[in-house]
């Protein structure tokens, strides 16, 4: 196991549990036989949006619940041990055509029947395919399938696969009203069995201001200076070189200004092509990859703005966590983000590619302290009212229960 980096030491923060049983939809705050649910998922090497939102998840069940996780990717990030204080097996699958693959099905099938799993719950393509075919076959009661995204991945042998699997899944659970959408059209369900159930957050703590100093301090960033954060990994979708290029335009209009990327290296090639860019554009000094940073929450407290220039995303857990910390986010407006920020009021939406009108809302959010006052304290009450992690947990037990009741 490597020794984490400084920043990675600096913001690393102890992850937030729920408090206290609560009551379900039944009235009952407890069970005489917990439910035991598996969360089947495909790695936890790289802990993206999705991994994050399904350690949440176990970490915030109620006591009702018991929980194990599965994963098919041995190397598992070295912080897992710290987010998931749960059961986790890690059962190999490097592909699942192969010899090998029958080895894990029956490993698989063994872990749910010996261990009496009641809900199968699946994240991502491996999980949802191969191990909801798996967990049909060894008994599970329930199988539930998360989808996360718009499908930007899938091949024609994908698209087939998850109209059969759709079929398997007693229920399915979209991110966003805009993947409900696309996975009733494409995986042609029945839209009564698919459920947005939208991902919740709890809010996020506020450093002191010495605390916000020493960070800045840490990060090399002048004390006044304004911040544009960006958090998100190095892949071709999430829009690195645009956002690279508005940062250039708002440097000539705010040259003060200091941007920062937090997020692991997950494309080598491009990571190296955005380097080049940022020496063409001269923003070495003033342009900061931070690389990974496991526990985000202090970076958004340095903030002015977050930004978000995603070519394609399902709910992007980024701009949640910018309204939950208060801060006004400009995002292009794709997949389910439009569902989180209005327009105008809690922040901007962009067009994919528009660079340029970026930039010039970053430079608006720059100048005028009320205008961005505004907009954090109208998505810090949008949060309250329609994304706590609360609401979603006990959206999602009573989708376990009624599943179960349906059984």
């Known amino acids: 196991m490597s020794a984490p980096s400084p920043t990675e030491t600096m913001f690393s923060t102890v992850p937030q549990k729920l408090g206290g049983a609560r009551k379900d939809a039944a009235g009952y705050a407890s069970m005489a036989k917990q439910v035991h649910v598996l969360f089947l998922v495909d790695q936890l090497s790289a802990l993206g949006g999705g991994e994050r939102a399904m350690m949440q998840i176990v970490r915030s069940l109620s006591s009702r619940f018991r929980c194990s996780v599965v994963t098919f990717r041995g190397n598992v990030h070295p912080d897992v041990g710290r987010l998931l204080p749960v059961q986790l097996k890690v059962i190999p699958l490097a592909r699942t055509y192969s010899p090998h693959a029958l080895a894990s099905a029956i490993e698989l099938r063994r872990f749910i029947r010996d261990g009496k799993v009641d809900i199968v719950h699946t994240f991502f393509e491996t999980s949802d395919l191969w191990g909801g075919f798996v967990a049909r076959l060894s008994g599970a009661k329930v199988l539930i399938s998360s989808r996360r995204d718009m499908g930007f991945l899938r091949s024609t042998k994908h698209h087939l696969a998850y109209r059969l699997a759709g079929r398997m899944c007693d229920r399915v659970l979209t ?42 301090r840490h990060l090399d960033l002048p004390p006044g200076a304004p911040v544009v954060l960006k958090i998100a990994n190095i892949l071709a979708w999430k829009g690195h070189k645009e956002f690279l290029e508005a940062a250039a335009l708002v440097h000539a209009e705010h040259p003060d200004t200091h941007f920062v990327v937090a997020g692991a290296h997950s494309d080598p090639a491009l990571f190296s092509t955005l380097m080049s860019l940022r020496r063409t554009l001269r923003l070495d000094d003033y342009f900061h990859y931070l690389g990974e940073v496991i526990s985000t929450g202090p970076l958004y407290q ?42 105008g009021t809690t922040g901007f939406l962009v067009g994919a590619g528009d660079v340029k009108r970026a930039a010039n809302k970053i430079s608006a959010l720059l100048k005028s302290d009320r205008l961005a006052c505004e907009m954090s304290d109208a998505a810090v009450r949008r949060v309250e009212e329609h994304f706590s992690l609360e609401r979603m947990i006990t959206q999602l037990e009573g989708i376990y229960d009624s599943a179960l009741r349906s059984d």
Do not use: F, Q, W
């Open 175 to 216: 991110v966003s009203d805009s993947v409900r959408s696309l996975v009733v059209r494409e995986d042609r369900l029945d839209p009564s069995r698919v459920t947005t159930l939208y991902t919740g957050i709890a809010p996020i703590p506020k450093l002191s201001v010495g605390a916000i100093l020493e960070a800045r």
């Open 302 to 343: 340095l903030a002015t703005v977050v930004c978000l220039l995603s070519h394609t995303e399902g709910l992007p857990n980024v701009v949640l966590e910018a309204m939950s910390a208060g801060r006004p986010v400009v995002a292009t407006d794709v997949g389910g983000t439009g569902e989180l920020v209005v327009d």
